[in-house]
Structure formats: structure tokens, C-alpha cells
């Protein structure tokens, strides 16, 4: 019967495919933009290490002015100082932990014909790879015996390492930073973490690093440091008391397998900033926070506002454009008043009736969304267009994303088609007869 039906509403929309395609267009640019934004807030928004987002915590603590909080909120800076991050983890208390930093570096390549280009870096401690799940190509991590005594050694991004070496093993290959060699022992495969949730403070949507260093090679002024440094005081004269002042520029990260041992690390920290507060630190009130993953991103406000707003709007113009629909759908209904009489008349029930056109409204709302994934497309090409490498990977239909599009305008059409479905089985079939 439902082939009858579908057949029966194939040939009512060839009969007006006037009509038929200005409420297809309708559904299309209403589906379109919806899905446009949705796609891109449903990305921005995902969660980035599924696995375990519950068990990584960021940790913040309040060393700032105490006559001014670092966030009007009152939350406490976005990160650490120096002093206070390697602090926490020359204690080793989580069962994994990274301190890290954002840096660059020059390579400079063999060869007389070979010029010296920019990289971008990260300094980090060794259990950076295996808390963030981050996949080897070849080789591994270094350990934490290589963090203490400050070895000179390197992770490469796949990219990187097709660029120095063809992209064959290169592990145990030196690479020269900064007027010193380092030794390669691993090659990660390519990593892109959407958002880049391990280092939000310096863009949730950049690229993931070119290559990795030991965190403790921070320590001399020669590396290249950068990122976003904040102070509330003067820092002094020298590197080293740059090291050892109040500016907050590190990104502090525990792993935590189970709610205990949140709370005690979360013990551990009230106690290091009570013992900091002795020695003249932290005037502020204690006000130390750990939080997972997706709290992080939350607090961060990694999906910007004016992209939920952005979102919204497109869901209200899908509105609008539902509303024109149910307009069409109800002059085209009505206009087959005649038919619809003489169905009835021939013994067709309103139950009938109503599927039928039911039947063809659904049929409209899918080629709508058909033609709504298309205009999604161009949508999404135009926002990568527009904000170029920061939407990379945010700017995709995937198969989630194409299943909510044609159910969306599925269930749309159809709740559009009820009230001119409805009207149409109202129809009086002894009046329809009288005029013909």
C-alpha cells in the first residue's frame, strides 16, 4: 500500500512541480544553513579523547594579585607559573602528569643547499604522549630519567619527519635546534586532536606541534619560548628571575584514574599552596581547581558565542522557511479539493487520505534534504574559505552529521504537511460533488 502511496504523491508533485520545487527550495536553504552551523558547533564541541576526557585534569592555581582577581569570574589564571609547575611535578603525586609549554624552534637541515626554517615546538615532560593517547609511527617517548637530566632529545611529527628525511624510520637520526643536535627517538603519526584540548590558551583549532623537547630544556634562555605569558608584578632582571617570578605562562595536566585520587590531589594542592603562603606566595585564598576534559573546553568557551548565536539564527530561518512550506503545502492540498472529494466518495477513509498526503509531504521534505546537504557543503566550504586552516577538520560533513540533515527535514516536512493534511481530509466530499 505504501508503494501505491508513494507513487500516487510522484505524481501529484510532477502534476504541480512548480509548487513542488519552491518548497523543496524552501526545505533545502532551511536544512542548509542549519546544518552548516550545527556541523560546525557539533566539531568545535566534540569530545577530543573520548577514552578517557574524565580521568585529565587541568590544574589552576590563584598565585595572582590579591587585590585583583585574574578573571572577573574569579577564577584562577589560566596557568601556571614556572616555579609552581615544576614544582608539582618534581612531586610525581598523579599517576601521570605533563607540564608543557608552547615554543618554536629553527632547524637547520643537512646539506650546503639546505636553508634553515621555522618550526612550531612543544616543551613537555614524557608523559605528555601517553596521557593524550598520541600514536607513534616509529619509535616512542622519552622517559622521565631524559626530562631530569635534560637530554637532547626529539619527537618529529610525520610531516616534519618527510621533510628532513623522506619519511623513513629516523629514529636515532640527529636533528640540529637552536645550534645543537638532538636525537630523534620518535615519529608520531599524523595527530590532530579537534579541539586541541591539551593547550587551549594558545588556540583550541591550531595545528598540533611539528616537534617535541624535554620541558626542562625550558630552562635555558636559548630555547625559544612563546605562548601567552601573563604577570601581575615585575618579573626582575635575567632569565632566571624571570623563572622564578609570578608570571604565569605553563600548562599543567594529572592524570586521575579514580574519583580518590582526585580528591587527593586535590588534597596535595591545598597543602603545597598552605606551605607557598609561608614563604610570603599566594596571598589570595586558597582557591585551586582541577578540571576534566570537557569542563576544560566548557570554561574556556572553546565553541565561541557568536558561533551558538550563529547557530540559533540558522535554526530560526529553518523555521521560517517551515512556515513558508506549510503555506505552499496548504494552497496545494486545498486546490485538489475536487479529487480528494471523489476519493471519498469512492470509499477512500480519512485515514487514507491522510496518509497519502502525509506521504508527499515526506517525499518533499527528503528531496529538500537532499538538496539542503548540497547547499550545507557550499556552506561549510565557505566558512573554511573564510577563516582558512583554523577550521580545518571543523568544516566536514561526516555520516552523523548527513543522518541528522535528512532526519531533520523528514521530521520538519512532515510536521509541516499536518495541518494541510488535516485541512485536506476535512473536505466535505457531498459539497465537492454538487460543484463539479
Not at 508533485?13 to 512548480?18: C, D, K, L, M
Not at 536544512?31 to 578517557?52: D, E, Q, R
Not at 628532513?164 to 608520531?188: C, H, M, N, P, T
Not at 595545528?207 to 605562548?227: D, T, Y
Request: glycine fraction near 8%.
Amino acid at each position: 500500500m505504501f508503494a501505491y502511496y508513494l507513487r500516487l504523491a510522484w505524481l501529484s508533485i510532477r502534476q504541480s512541480y512548480g509548487l513542488s520545487l519552491l518548497m523543496v527550495l524552501a526545505i533545502g536553504l532551511g536544512i542548509g544553513a542549519a546544518m552548516t552551523t550545527v556541523t560546525v558547533n557539533y566539531l568545535m564541541s566534540a569530545n577530543p579523547i573520548p577514552t578517557k576526557s574524565e580521568q585529565l585534569f587541568y590544574v589552576q592555581l590563584d598565585n595572582w594579585d590579591p587585590h585583583q582577581p585574574a578573571n572577573d569570574n574569579g577564577d584562577p589564571p589560566d596557568q601556571l607559573t614556572y616555579r609552581d609547575a615544576t614544582a608539582l611535578w618534581a612531586a610525581n603525586k598523579a599517576y601521570r602528569q605533563v607540564v608543557q609549554a608552547q615554543m618554536g624552534a629553527v632547524v637547520e637541515p643537512e646539506g650546503k643547499d639546505s636553508l634553515p626554517f621555522q618550526v612550531s615546538g612543544r616543551a613537555n615532560s614524557a608523559d605528555f604522549f601517553a596521557m593524550f593517547d598520541v600514536p607513534f609511527l616509529f619509535g616512542g617517548s622519552w622517559d622521565r630519567a631524559a626530562d631530569e637530566s635534560m637530554q637532547q632529545v626529539v619527537v618529529l611529527s610525520q610531516s616534519l619527519n618527510e621533510r628532513l628525511f623522506g619519511g623513513r624510520d629516523s629514529v636515532g637520526e640527529k636533528v640540529k635546534l637552536a645550534g645543537d643536535y638532538f636525537q630523534v627517538v620518535g615519529v608520531i603519526a599524523n595527530w590532530l586532536p579537534r579541539p586541541r584540548f591539551y593547550d587551549v590558551t594558545t588556540g583550541a583549532f591550531n595545528e598540533a606541534e611539528e616537534l617535541f623537547i624535554p620541558f626542562s630544556l625550558l630552562s635555558q634562555p636559548k630555547i625559544n619560548r612563546n605562548g601567552n605569558t601573563n604577570c601581575w608584578k615585575p618579573s626582575g632582571e635575567g632569565y632566571e628571575a624571570f623563572l622564578n617570578s609570578e608570571c604565569v605562562w605553563t600548562q599543567f595536566w594529572a592524570e586521575l584514574r579514580t574519583e580518590q585520587e582526585k580528591e587527593d590531589y586535590l588534597t596535595f594542592l591545598n597543602a603545597y599552596v598552605t606551605e607557598q603562603k609561608k614563604l610570603g606566595r599566594f596571598e589570595r585564598p586558597i582557591n585551586n581547581r582541577l578540571s576534566d576534559v570537557m569542563q576544560w573546553m566548557e570554561n574556556q568557551q572553546v565553541v565561541a558565542q557568536d558561533a551558538s548565536l550563529m547557530m540559533v539564527m540558522s535554526l530560526m530561518f529553518l523555521l521560517v522557511c517551515l512556515l513558508n512550506t506549510i503555506g505552499l503545502l496548504l494552497a496545494k492540498f486545498l486546490s485538489k479539493a475536487p479529487q480528494i472529494g471523489l476519493r471519498q466518495a469512492l470509499g477512500a477513509s480519512r485515514q487514507d487520505l491522510f496518509t497519502q498526503y502525509l506521504t508527499e509531504a515526506g517525499c518533499i521534505g527528503i528531496a529538500g534534504g537532499l538538496l539542503g546537504l548540497v547547499f550545507a557543503w557550499l556552506g561549510l566550504q565557505g566558512v573554511q574559505l573564510l577563516y582558512g586552516d583554523e577550521m580545518k577538520g571543523l568544516a566536514e560533513l561526516d555520516l552523523a552529521m548527513v543522518g541528522l540533515a535528512m532526519l531533520l527535514a523528514l521530521v520538519s516536512s512532515l510536521l509541516a504537511g499536518l495541518y494541510p493534511t488535516w485541512r485536506a481530509c476535512t473536505v466535505q466530499p457531498s459539497q465537492q460533488l454538487k460543484s463539479q
